[in-house]
């Protein structure tokens, strides 16, 4: 069973509010995304706010974030985790939809980070919160593509984290709505071993496409070093 907080080097995150928990692929987003010269970020899907903490600690004073969560706990746990942390003053939390937050019609984002519902037809739980978190009948891949069309400012980049099945679903959708897949980065269990997830980013304009690979552990269980570097800054382990 999760522990009710995550305590990172420079802040905190409570989680007992909210279905999904920090786990290392949420982790590895928040480290590994390209933030370089963003001054407006978009966190969708925000949970504990724990993405926001992470761009918001590798951005400038004058970055700012908005993080929107439809679930009202962890809209209100991300909101106190927020205010608890250095960066209050520069993340705004929205404790709504994404789509009553598209009708408020927000400036551009130079950046649009998500780790979406993905479940598209499996079997629910007894959990209301979790189903909320995990299927896609809150946010379809759709919805959240016609978004970035629109509010993604003409440079920026969209950084979604998605198992590499969904993920593969997710891209194809992207390209038919005018989007590039600019880098791929697979997140590994073991060096060559099983594929865990994928952080897709696109951008509108074309791009060349990259790939990397990120295994978390070596066969002795150990953190691999390019894990540990990446997180450096934020797991206190490291």
């Known amino acids: ?56 600690q590798r951005t400038p004073e004058g970055t700012q974030i908005e993080a929107v969560e439809i679930d009202q706990a962890a809209a209100q746990q991300a909101k106190s985790n927020i205010e608890r942390s ?54 379809s891949f ?13 440079d920026g980049k969209l950084h979604i984290l998605l198992p590499p099945h969904e993920a593969k679903v997710l891209e194809k959708e992207a390209h038919q709505l005018g989007f590039h897949t600019q880098h791929i980065l697979w997140l590994e269990a073991t060096p060559g071993g099983k594929l865990l997830r994928a952080i897709h980013s696109y951008t509108k304009a074309p791009a060349p496409l990259t790939q990397s690979r990120l295994p978390v552990r070596e066969k002795d269980n150990a953190y691999t070093a390019t894990f540990q570097e990446l997180l450096r800054e934020y797991y206190l382990i490291f």
Request: net charge neutral; glycine share 4%; charged share 15%.
């Open 86 to 139: 250095p960066w209050a003053s520069r993340i705004t939390s929205h404790a709504q939809s994404l789509q009553a937050f598209q009708e408020t019609k927000p400036a551009p984002f130079d950046v649009i980070i998500s780790n979406p519902p993905f479940f598209q037809a499996s079997l629910k739980s007894a959990d209301t919160a979790k189903n909320v978190a995990k299927h896609t009948e809150t946010l």
């Open 1 to 56: 069973m999760a522990n009710d907080y995550f305590q990172f080097k420079q802040f905190l995150i409570k989680q007992d509010q909210c279905a999904m928990k920090v786990c290392t692929d949420s982790c590895v987003l928040g480290a590994s995304v390209d933030v370089t010269d963003a001054k407006r970020i978009l966190d969708i899907g925000a949970g504990t706010g724990l993405l926001s903490l992470m761009v918001a």
């Open 142 to 154: 759709t919805e959240l593509l016609q978004f970035a069309q629109q509010f993604l400012a003409p």
